[in-house]
């Protein structure tokens, strides 16, 4: 199988690059100055076990590549907001043989939310579900570090309408000779929804920054509260934190040190969006459908697009400021 990462960013450069170690063949997919820094200098993967230079081969989009091949697998690693652009931009590409990608290819969504998945069963015949667990760094074009040990990260797969199948399994095994645990699993969407509860805190590191603080925690675990509540109105399983625990305990440990996650690193870059619409706004999304009020969640996200739309620094909101924000949205409420 060749493996073609649509968004070689934090999380896709360092599949890609892990996968290419073990003898994968591999196309990372990007844009602007990071596909020319892949380009012209290959990507620079620092893991546990240290650093060093990959030459990939990059292109922009599926014309550069021509037709697509029966045995390629579709890794979508963009932010959600970028996903339906990628999506038709690749489902429509020609496969060798007949047909279009959509028709045909895998594509695997390994994102945070749970709204990728949704957006590919409209256009993709055969999409599988990716719970992501692998702490990454992408802040300089060509440059993205993933220190997490023994193991690189945790790749739960399943096909995202439920159950699993033998590619699934072909791909996880390639993972797993690749430095990642990748269980396949029948209930993806289940353990991506349990993702989702701990993602809700990105809006708070990106708006107040990374580093600890217990009143951080505690709008994280206000957060949290609202999600389990739309989620049991909806009806919606998701793993508990002790299944979480024991999955991922002793096999990703990340050194000391405090890092920026994924929303953080988007206003870091500069790239004028955030995942908030796809995070806190699934909360507010499903509290709408159901009848629960969500106002925290309806701030954070508020928050976050507000710093993505005019380009403010990660961290330039005081976590009491922010917090006051929400309490005057739960008064209204």
């Known amino acids: 199988m060749r493996y073609i990462i649509i968004g070689a960013g ?5 599949i890609g690059g892990r996968l290419t170690e073990a003898g994968a063949e591999v196309v990372l997919v990007a844009r602007g100055a990071h596909a020319q820094a892949l380009t012209a200098d290959g990507l620079r993967l620092t893991t546990a076990d240290g650093a060093r230079v990959h030459r990939i081969p990059v292109v922009t989009g599926p014309a ?4 697509l091949r029966p045995d390629d697998v579709l890794l979508l690693t963009v932010k959600t907001q970028d996903a339906i652009a990628a999506l038709d931009a690749w489902g429509d590409a020609e496969v060798a043989g007949g047909g279009t990608a959509a028709q045909r290819l895998p594509v695997l969504c390994a994102q945070n939310g749970v709204e990728s998945e949704r957006l590919a069963l409209r256009r ?28 690189t990260g945790i790749l739960h797969i399943g096909l995202a309408a439920g159950g699993a199948d033998a590619r699934a399994r072909r791909i996880a095994a390639d993972l797993e000779g690749s430095g990642f645990e990748a269980p396949v699993v029948e209930d993806v969407m289940r353990w991506k929804y349990a993702k989702l509860l701990g993602n809700l805190g990105n809006a708070v590191q990106a708006t107040t920054g990374p580093e600890p603080h217990p009143a951080k925690t505690a709008l994280l ?20 934190d002790a299944q979480q625990a024991a999955a991922r305990d002793g096999k990703v440990d990340q050194p000391p040190g405090v890092r920026g996650g994924s929303s953080w690193q988007s206003l870091r870059r500069g790239t004028g969006s955030i995942e908030a619409d796809y995070l806190n706004g699934e909360i507010s999304l499903l509290g709408r459908l159901h009848g629960v009020p969500t106002p925290v969640n309806d701030t954070l996200r508020h928050a976050a697009n507000i710093f993505a ?3 403010l620094p990660p961290g ?13 949205a739960s008064a209204r409420a």
Do not use: H
């Open 124 to 151: 993709f015949a055969r999409v599988y579900g990716v719970c992501v667990w692998l702490p990454a760094t992408f802040l300089e074009p060509g440059v993205v570090s993933a220190l997490c040990a023994p193991l």
């Open 10 to 14: 934090a999380i896709g450069a360092t």
């Open 316 to 328: 330039a909101m005081s976590i009491e400021d922010l917090t006051a924000l929400v309490d005057e």
């Open 64 to 67: 550069e590549l021509g037709e």
């Open 309 to 311: 739309r005019e380009g």
């Open 221 to 240: 675990l206000r957060a949290q509260r609202e999600g389990r509540a739309v989620l049991g109105a909806a009806g919606i399983a998701y793993a508990s």
